[in-house]
């Protein structure tokens, strides 16, 4: 299974709501896809397992959707922390990662 | 507190062989299934290769298989990759994590710092 992220890189103004996408070559069950955050120089943290549940700690303006091949994270309210790159994974038969949206702050 | 520490990365030749390690600390390591991760420079991430808590179940990439080699020692807490036969394209900052569940194939809650690998003569 091939996931691909758009877009690319979302520049928007603090406050702002990011939607970023992540679309599967084929249908995924709701149950195995994660969200992961990457900021400079750090690992990857998690931010949401089985489409929608948030892990431990991540504030509730980061909430998952989607089904089939079509899934989306969005951050509610942007602030300058959440300047990062976001991965999307697919897990559950296999383990694949998605290629990355950066986000940026206008 | 929830601890990955990997060590052993550095550079080597093409052809050669590195044996990575991560220390774990603060869970139960050999209730927990473990993973190996990848990411190139300024690339994404790359899942290398992953062990179930007992070791009773171990995959690998196919980038990686007949090449590289997945262990633990839960006596240590301690998960290990052995990389033989290195390509230039195993350059990359090799990150352990851990699963959510014991599960061969899960989301990863908890990283390490990561350590570097590089292949180049």
């Known amino acids: 299974t091939v996931l691909t992220q758009s877009p690319g890189t979302l520049s928007l103004s603090p406050g702002e709501r990011a939607t970023l996408s992540c679309r599967a070559s084929?249908?995924?069950?709701?149950?195995?896809l994660a969200w992961y955050q990457q900021k400079p120089g750090q690992a990857p943290r998690l931010l949401i397992f089985g489409t929608s549940s948030r892990a431990t700690g991540i504030p509730d303006r980061f909430s998952g959707s989607g089904s089939g091949t079509d899934f989306t994270l969005t951050i509610s309210r942007l602030e300058p922390e959440d300047v990062a790159v976001y991965f999307c994974q697919r897990y559950g038969g296999s383990l694949t990662f998605g290629g990355g949206t950066k986000v940026e702050i206008k | 507190e929830v601890q990955l520490l990997e060590a052993g990365g550095g550079l080597v030749q093409p052809g050669g062989s590195l044996r990575l390690s991560c220390a774990a600390s603060g869970f139960t390591f050999d209730d927990s299934a473990m993973t190996w991760v990848r990411q190139a420079p300024g690339k994404g991430l790359d899942w290398v290769s992953s062990?179930?808590?007992?070791?009773?179940?171990?995959e690998y990439a196919d980038s990686v298989k007949g090449r590289f080699t997945i262990s633990r020692d839960n006596s240590k807490n301690e998960l290990y990759l052995q990389m033989n036969r290195l390509r230039a394209e195993d350059t990359a900052l090799y990150y352990c994590a851990k699963h959510l569940r014991n599960w061969s194939f899960d989301a990863s809650d908890i990283w390490g710092r990561g350590t570097m690998v590089t292949v180049s003569s």
């Open positions: 062990i179930t808590g007992s070791g009773g179940a171990i």
């Open positions: 084929q249908s995924v069950s709701s149950s195995y």
